[in-house]
């Protein structure tokens, strides 16, 4: 299978920021595991899980429960052309200086008990990129913020063709 490509600020495929669960699950049929996240104060997420496809996606209450986040966990997907779940630290720090992705930061995770994992953060473009023991294990991406209250959500045609 050729990877898919990973739409920064977009999605991949048929999936885009903004939808609902139920337009997902009309392309990617239901979901293996369903989990509601409580980050306090009211904020949650509902978060579907398909473990065949290495995704899981994060429907934010405060945002009407539209998709607001998309984890990759699987090299059936791509960003960029050239990154991808798998690859090696080294091999990623070579293409970040080849894509001009932009500017990042490194967050520590020693600090949170975890020793071996890296997070590449580039608020920019709303990418992360997790690294454990020196290979990307997770890319998450979201829409384009326009500023800290408002989403820029991708165009989405009325009826879409299946990939």
């Known amino acids: 299978m050729t990877p898919k490509a990973i739409l920064p600020h977009i999605g991949f495929g ?4 903004g939808m609902e669960e139920h337009e997902v699950s009309n392309y990617l049929g239901d979901p293996d595991e369903t989990e509601v996240q409580d980050y306090g104060e009211g904020a949650e997420a509902n978060v579907l899980y398909y473990d065949e496809f290495g995704i899981s996606m994060s429907f934010d209450k405060e945002e009407d429960y539209k998709l607001v986040e998309i984890s990759f966990e699987s090299d059936n997907f791509i960003l960029h052309n050239a990154i991808k779940v798998g690859m090696s630290k080294e091999d990623f720090l070579a293409s970040l200086e080849t894509l001009k992705l932009g500017d990042y930061e490194v967050e520590d995770m020693k600090e949170d008990g975890f020793d071996d994992k890296e997070l590449y953060v580039f608020e ?7 690294l454990d023991d020196e290979a990307i294990t997770s890319i998450q991406i979201g829409p384009e ?7 820029r959500w991708p165009q989405r045609k009325n009826n879409e063709d299946e990939d």
């Open 14 to 17: 048929n999936i885009k920021f």
């Open 145 to 151: 913020w326009i500023d800290d209250e408002t989403i």
């Open 124 to 130: 920019k473009e709303n990418i992360n990129i997790w």
